[in-house]
């Protein structure tokens, strides 16, 4: 209950403490006396509404009553307005505040509490009036709005609203109660209202833009608004439009020949401009759609048509856009940057060598976790160094094994044939129909390598190609086939290309379990986005997968039906339906991942409330499984609602539940080291069920991503997953969650993080994809080589005008160094050596060797062998003193560490380039200098910089390198010419001749070589 101040029709007076001695003059006869009544109730109901509430019957009476008069009907409809706002009944508040008037409700000038939420009730149903589509779905409309007549007067409320808002220059209140209602008329004229200050203008329309993705649900009428807002932004002056706002609203509305144009132009402008088209560019690509920046390359000029001016800039945003330069750059940040540290994996591998024989789960778990820990740093030094423990994988564990190379070198596409070349199909060899396992898993990893959206596209193109001959050329051998229909369907994903989706289809045909649920899934990740009204294509795959007889094609097909509604929203409604209410639960499964891929990031409430219906009511684990996890990708875009709605599912006597809801919280905070999550996720740690420890387990590691040392569970839960592998009565599964949270939470050399999000906030469907298909892993574990696609490099780097990595340029991060810090890494423990006892001699017995020795010795005994005994006692006494003074020496070293440190700064530099954390972002801010950015308020990712003294050279440049396969040789040494120490100086040659001489050495005896 909120404590109100005093109305401000009231006046002062002595304080009451009890109202029902005015209430039984409610009742009186005399109009007067109950007019006076109610006048000082309404000074003390803000207090004593507890008393009045059982009078709210007579108080409507009179409020409606034909015989009293106006003035008394509005002083009784506002206290019983307020006696129902301190009941929480707001609607019925709001309708009596409304019979009141404006002498007891002005909404214009009053600004408490009790106006000010009855406003907001008011602002809620004129949006739900307004939007007749989502009326039926919320709880505000169960009562009729046109029977109490609430629906005029609620309209004149929000219309001086409105005006206030007008008054007030409030644009973006205005334009968010618009944008809500869903009132397009409204969001023109307040545009058109702020339009005579143009800072507050490009204020407005940067807030509707954002709104558009946040609030507005309705995918046509955010098409509209957009719409609306593109037009304002392209009619604001040149030193007044936000370009990187303008190129965001065009690509949600999937105008690419505009970014086409504006890129042209601001190249053709010069200067800064030429730095900003080159900025705008690493922006699109960062959003991982890669049909649309495909689309804008093919409208920039081309050729002749190119003016000398602009060729050189024209070259850049080529090599951008299509040539892989964006790969390229966090290619070379992932492997100078690593920060791996190869004793996780080595200690791992010893505690599971350490029982002997290794379980292949395990195994193959180590050597996935070994990926994660590698993703992206092209560092695979634990496989080339330990070939025997490779070779205990077997079958489709040496699948994984292979696979995980495309993981580990993810990105590296100039030196990716060359890389696998040793484990792909031996050209024009016979193709046996089992076996393949190693080759398969090359032909996947070959399309690991090249599925992140940021590669050259030339590449990727030449390799679908020679992956789609291989999935003709081994059609005869399914494993094989598994890894080259998946290879085709990441290195071609979102491409659309109708032969290669038919060819994959012809796979499907063979019906063959372990080829067609790759070839099924392969067809959605090329036809990424292209379903929905009534598509041939999803036609088709459903009514296979209703014809087949293998739950693995079944499942296939389920999941590329969700790949192919990616984004739809709406239009996806239809299948979704359909799925929902087959009797097939594989299919309803697939329905699941059809809503979550559709909705992805909208927090769309229908779906939700879908999602959450499945959740309690399905009879298969598996459908309820899929439904919980999918509200993580509904609401990724506001996770702190994901631990909220799934609290309750966390305690559910069903472990299939338990495990999901751990997923899907583990999934939305990621890298967020929340601690009211961690402490969430923490009792499904101990769970009776195993599967459910490991879902916990892996949870906890993904929200623990880039967490620094200082964070408080993070030593706590680090021990406990090395723990858990070594104890011996731990479960198998439990165990794979441990090794997979291992990797995880230090994936790609603690340089990455996972994210669904690009840095503007669009979806990156591979990220999304990446998350998707590692869900899958419960029925296939091949599938967690995919997470990989979903790690996303946390980079702050700058570049020039020449796109060199500028080293002057500084972000100063206002925090301590150990809140951001890499955690320490491991240190390897040395096996103690036993230091020597001396043993205590007795006098006695001295006394009786000595007597022994003389004995020998005059028996003619070996001189040596007493000289030896003394030799040896010597040796040992000083021994014995190197040890003490070694003692010594560590006891001093350990005394200077104690030596307590001087405090923590409180703020440090970031070099260029550098790792930069989501939770770090908000801290950082470029140090004032030479250089600084050419976007205002860019602080993470790939930055292009201004240079604020061009004429002066700078040395400190570093061009961005790709790392090669081949090591580089060492160079051969200078000539020189060797003399012994203190030797005199070789005389100068007294001739001189043009052609090149050899030069000489001497050996030391002066003789020339």
Same mark, same amino acid.
């Given at each position: 209950?909120?404590?109100?101040?005093?109305?401000?029709?009231?006046?002062?007076?002595?304080?009451?403490?009890?109202?029902?001695?005015?209430?039984?003059?409610?009742?009186?006869?005399?109009?007067?006396?109950?007019?006076?009544?109610?006048?000082?109730?309404?000074?003390?109901?803000?207090?004593?509404?507890?008393?009045?509430?059982?009078?709210?019957?007579?108080?409507?009476?009179?409020?409606?009553?034909?015989?009293?008069?106006?003035?008394?009907?509005?002083?009784?409809?506002? $206290?019983?307005?307020? #006696?129902?706002?301190?009941?929480?009944? &707001?609607?019925?508040?709001?309708?009596?505040?409304?019979?009141?008037?404006?002498?007891?409700?002005?909404? #214009?000038?009053?600004?408490?509490?009790?106006?000010?939420?009855?406003?907001?009730?008011?602002?809620?149903?004129?949006?739900?009036?307004?939007?007749?589509?989502?009326?039926?779905?919320?709880?505000?409309?169960?009562?009729?709005?046109?029977?109490?007549?609430?629906?005029?007067?609620?309209?004149?409320?929000?219309?001086?609203?409105?005006?206030?808002?007008?008054?007030?220059?409030?644009?973006?209140?205005?334009?968010?109660?618009?944008?809500?209602?869903?009132?397009?008329?409204?969001?023109?004229?307040? =545009?058109?209202?702020?339009?005579?200050?143009?800072?507050?203008?490009?204020? /407005?329309?940067?807030?509707?833009?954002?709104?558009?993705?946040?609030? #507005? $649900?309705?995918?046509?009428?955010?098409?509209?608004?957009?719409?609306?807002?593109?037009?304002?932004?392209?009619?604001?002056?040149?030193?007044?439009?936000?370009?990187?706002?303008?190129?965001?609203?065009?690509?949600?509305?999937?105008?690419?020949?505009?970014?086409?144009?504006?890129?042209?132009?601001?190249?053709?402008?010069?200067?800064?401009?030429?730095?900003?088209?080159?900025?705008?560019?690493?922006?699109?690509?960062?959003?991982?759609?890669?049909?649309?920046?495909?689309?804008?390359?093919?409208?920039?000029?081309?050729?002749?048509?190119?003016?000398?001016?602009?060729?050189?800039?024209?070259?850049?945003?080529?090599?951008?856009?299509?040539?892989?330069? +964006?790969?390229?750059?966090?290619?070379?940040?992932?492997?100078?940057?690593?920060?791996?540290?190869?004793?996780?994996?080595?200690?791992?591998?010893?505690?599971?060598?350490?029982?002997?024989?290794?379980?292949? =789960? *395990?195994?193959?778990?180590?050597?996935?976790?070994?990926?994660?820990?590698?993703?992206?740093?092209?560092?695979?030094?634990?496989?080339?160094?330990?070939?025997?423990?490779?070779?205990?994988?077997?079958?489709?564990?040496?699948?994984?094994?292979?696979?995980?190379?495309?993981?580990?070198?993810?990105?590296?596409?100039?030196?990716?044939?060359?890389?696998?070349?040793?484990? *792909?199909?031996?050209?024009?060899?016979?193709?046996?129909?089992?076996?393949?396992?190693?080759?398969?898993?090359?032909?996947?990893?070959?399309?690991?390598?090249?599925?992140?959206?940021?590669?050259?596209?030339?590449?990727?193109?030449?390799?679908?190609?020679?992956?789609?001959?291989?999935?003709?050329?081994?059609?005869?051998?399914?494993?094989?086939?598994?890894?080259?229909?998946?290879?085709?369907?990441?290195?071609?994903?979102?491409?659309?290309?109708?032969?290669?989706?038919?060819?994959?289809?012809?796979?499907?045909?063979?019906?063959?379990?372990? +080829?067609?649920?790759?070839?099924?899934? +392969?067809?959605?990740?090329?036809?990424?986005?292209?379903?929905?009204?009534?598509?041939?294509?999803?036609?088709?795959?459903?009514? &296979?997968?209703?014809?087949?007889?293998?739950?693995?094609?079944?499942?296939?097909?389920?999941?590329?039906?969700?790949?192919?509604?990616?984004?739809?929203?709406?239009?996806?409604?239809?299948?979704?339906?359909?799925?929902?209410?087959?009797?097939?639960?594989?299919?309803?499964?697939?329905?699941?991942?059809?809503?979550?891929?559709?909705?992805?990031?909208?927090?769309?409430?229908?779906?939700?409330?879908?999602?959450?219906?499945?959740?309690?009511?399905?009879?298969?684990?598996?459908?309820?499984?899929?439904?919980?996890? +999918?509200?993580?990708?509904?609401?990724?875009? /506001?996770?702190?609602?994901?631990?909220?709605?799934? @609290?309750?599912?966390?305690?559910?006597?069903?472990?299939?539940?338990?495990?999901?809801?751990?997923?899907?919280?583990?999934?939305?905070?990621?890298?967020?080291?929340?601690?009211? /999550?961690?402490?969430?996720?923490?009792?499904?740690?101990?769970?009776?069920?195993?599967?459910?420890?490991?879902?916990?387990?892996?949870?906890?590691?993904?929200?623990?991503?880039?967490?620094?040392?200082?964070?408080?569970?993070?030593?706590?839960?680090?021990?406990? *997953?090395?723990?858990? #592998?070594?104890?011996?009565?731990?479960?198998?599964?439990?165990?794979?969650?441990?090794?997979?949270?291992?990797?995880?939470?230090?994936?790609?050399?603690?340089?990455?993080?996972?994210?669904?999000?690009?840095?503007?906030?669009?979806?990156?469907?591979?990220?999304?994809?990446?998350?998707?298909?590692?869900?899958?892993?419960?029925?296939?574990?091949?599938?967690?080589?995919?997470?990989?696609?979903?790690?996303?490099?946390?980079?702050?780097?700058?570049?020039?005008?020449?796109?060199?990595?500028?080293?002057?340029?500084?972000?100063?991060?206002?925090?301590?160094?150990?809140?951001?810090?890499?955690?320490?890494?491991?240190?390897?423990?040395?096996?103690?050596?036993?230091?020597?006892? /001396?043993?205590?001699?007795?006098?006695?017995?001295?006394?009786?060797?000595?007597?022994?020795?003389?004995? @020998?010795?005059?028996?003619?005994?070996?001189?040596?062998?007493?000289?030896?005994?003394?030799?040896?006692?010597?040796?040992?006494?000083?021994?014995?003193?190197?040890?003490?003074?070694?003692?010594?020496?560590?006891?001093?070293?350990?005394?200077?560490?104690?030596?307590?440190?001087?405090?923590?700064?409180?703020?440090?530099?970031?070099?260029?380039?550098?790792?930069?954390?989501?939770?770090?972002?908000?801290?950082?801010?470029?140090?004032?200098?030479? &250089?600084?950015?050419?976007?205002?308020?860019?602080?993470?990712?790939?930055?292009?910089?201004?240079?604020?003294?061009?004429?002066?050279?700078?040395?400190?440049?570093?061009?961005?390198?790709?790392?090669?396969?081949?090591?580089?040789?060492? @160079?051969?040494?200078?000539?020189?010419?060797?003399?012994?120490?203190?030797?005199?100086?070789?005389?100068?040659?007294?001739?001189?001749?043009?052609?090149?001489?050899?030069?000489?050495?001497?050996?030391?005896?002066?003789?020339?070589?």
């Amino acid at each position: 209950m909120i404590a109100l101040p005093t109305p401000p029709t009231s006046h002062s007076g002595p304080t009451q403490s009890s109202a029902l001695s005015l209430l039984s003059m409610l009742q009186e006869d005399s109009q007067p006396l109950v007019f006076s009544a109610l006048k000082k109730l309404l000074r003390v109901v803000d207090t004593l509404w507890h008393e009045v509430s059982a009078s709210l019957p007579l108080l409507e009476e009179i409020a409606e009553g034909e015989e009293f008069p106006k003035e008394t009907k509005a002083v009784a409809s506002a $206290v019983a307005s307020r #006696v129902f706002f301190h009941l929480e009944e &707001y609607r019925d508040s709001l309708r009596l505040a409304l019979g009141a008037g404006d002498a007891y409700f002005n909404v #214009v000038s009053d600004k408490s509490p009790y106006v000010e939420t009855l406003v907001c009730k008011a602002i809620e149903i004129y949006t739900k009036v307004s939007d007749s589509s989502s009326a039926a779905d919320d709880d505000v409309m169960d009562d009729n709005v046109e029977d109490d007549g609430l629906k005029d007067k609620v309209l004149g409320i929000v219309e001086k609203m409105f005006e206030r808002c007008y008054s007030e220059r409030t644009w973006s209140h205005a334009l968010g109660i618009a944008l809500e209602a869903k009132n397009i008329d409204k969001v023109k004229q307040i =545009l058109e209202k702020c339009g005579d200050s143009l800072n507050e203008k490009v204020a /407005t329309l940067q807030y509707g833009l954002s709104a558009c993705t946040t609030v #507005v $649900v309705n995918r046509a009428f955010r098409t509209e608004a957009l719409t609306v807002i593109g037009e304002n932004f392209r009619s604001l002056p040149e030193s007044h439009n936000d370009f990187a706002s303008l190129v965001r609203c065009e690509h949600l509305l999937g105008n690419s020949s505009s970014v086409s144009e504006m890129l042209a132009g601001l190249l053709k402008t010069g200067g800064d401009k030429s730095l900003l088209a080159l900025q705008l560019c690493f922006d699109l690509v960062d959003t991982g759609d890669q049909h649309f920046v495909s689309a804008v390359t093919s409208g920039l000029p081309k050729g002749d048509s190119v003016s000398s001016e602009i060729k050189a800039d024209m070259e850049k945003v080529t090599a951008i856009l299509e040539g892989g330069f +964006a790969g390229e750059l966090e290619l070379a940040f992932l492997f100078k940057e690593s920060d791996s540290d190869p004793l996780i994996i080595a200690n791992l591998k010893k505690s599971l060598e350490e029982k002997g024989k290794v379980a292949s =789960l *395990l195994h193959s778990m180590s050597l996935h976790a070994n990926a994660f820990l590698n993703a992206g740093t092209t560092n695979d030094k634990f496989l080339r160094e330990n070939l025997e423990y490779l070779k205990k994988a077997n079958n489709w564990a040496k699948f994984s094994a292979t696979a995980n190379l495309g993981c580990i070198h993810q990105g590296h596409v100039t030196e990716a044939m060359t890389l696998l070349e040793p484990y *792909l199909p031996a050209e024009g060899g016979a193709v046996a129909a089992t076996g393949g396992y190693a080759e398969g898993g090359a032909l996947m990893a070959l399309g690991l390598i090249h599925g992140k959206p940021n590669c050259a596209t030339a590449l990727r193109t030449s390799t679908t190609r020679y992956l789609r001959d291989q999935l003709r050329t081994n059609s005869a051998n399914e494993t094989i086939c598994h890894g080259a229909a998946l290879g085709v369907g990441l290195s071609g994903l979102g491409c659309r290309d109708a032969t290669i989706f038919n060819e994959l289809k012809e796979v499907l045909y063979t019906d063959s379990a372990v +080829a067609g649920e790759a070839a099924g899934i +392969a067809m959605g990740m090329v036809q990424l986005g292209n379903g929905g009204g009534g598509n041939q294509e999803v036609t088709e795959m459903l009514a &296979y997968a209703k014809d087949t007889s293998h739950e693995k094609i079944i499942r296939g097909l389920s999941l590329g039906i969700a790949l192919m509604h990616y984004q739809l929203e709406e239009k996806a409604d239809g299948i979704i339906e359909q799925l929902f209410r087959d009797r097939d639960p594989v299919l309803r499964y697939g329905g699941m991942w059809t809503v979550a891929l559709a909705y992805v990031g909208t927090g769309n409430n229908a779906a939700i409330k879908k999602l959450l219906h499945v959740a309690i009511s399905d009879v298969s684990n598996e459908v309820r499984m899929a439904a919980i996890t +999918a509200l993580a990708f509904v609401l990724f875009k /506001t996770p702190e609602r994901v631990p909220e709605l799934v @609290k309750l599912l966390l305690v559910s006597f069903n472990p299939h539940v338990r495990y999901a809801s751990c997923m899907a919280v583990g999934i939305a905070m990621a890298g967020s080291g929340n601690a009211d /999550t961690l402490a969430i996720l923490e009792p499904m740690l101990e769970d009776l069920t195993d599967f459910v420890r490991q879902g916990a387990l892996i949870a906890t590691s993904m929200v623990m991503m880039q967490a620094p040392e200082s964070h408080k569970s993070y030593k706590k839960f680090k021990s406990k *997953l090395t723990g858990i #592998v070594g104890e011996k009565h731990q479960s198998p599964l439990t165990k794979m969650g441990a090794i997979l949270g291992q990797g995880i939470m230090d994936a790609g050399g603690r340089n990455v993080c996972l994210n669904m999000a690009s840095r503007d906030g669009f979806v990156k469907p591979t990220s999304v994809i990446g998350i998707m298909m590692f869900c899958q892993h419960w029925f296939w574990h091949p599938c967690c080589s995919l997470l990989g696609l979903a790690f996303q490099p946390t980079v702050m780097a700058g570049l020039n005008h020449d796109l060199a990595f500028v080293k002057k340029f500084v972000v100063t991060c206002n925090s301590k160094p150990s809140a951001f810090a890499y955690p320490a890494r491991l240190v390897e423990k040395k096996e103690e050596v036993k230091k020597r006892v /001396t043993t205590v001699s007795l006098s006695t017995t001295a006394k009786a060797k000595a007597a022994a020795a003389k004995k @020998k010795m005059e028996e003619g005994g070996d001189d040596m062998e007493v000289d030896k005994k003394e030799e040896e006692a010597k040796k040992e006494g000083e021994g014995e003193e190197e040890e003490k003074k070694e003692g010594e020496e560590d006891s001093e070293a350990a005394k200077k560490k104690k030596k307590k440190k001087g405090p923590e700064p409180k703020s440090f530099e970031l070099n260029n380039p550098s790792r930069m954390t989501k939770s770090q972002v908000r801290v950082c801010e470029p140090k004032p200098g030479r &250089y600084h950015p050419v976007l205002a308020g860019a602080k993470s990712g790939i930055i292009l910089l201004t240079d604020t003294t061009p004429t002066e050279e700078d040395d400190e440049v570093e061009k961005v390198t790709v790392p090669s396969v081949e090591e580089e040789e060492a @160079k051969m040494p200078e000539p020189f010419v060797w003399r012994p120490e203190g030797a005199a100086p070789a005389a100068a040659p007294t001739t001189t001749d043009t052609t090149a001489t050899t030069p000489t050495t001497t050996t030391d005896d002066g003789a020339a070589k």
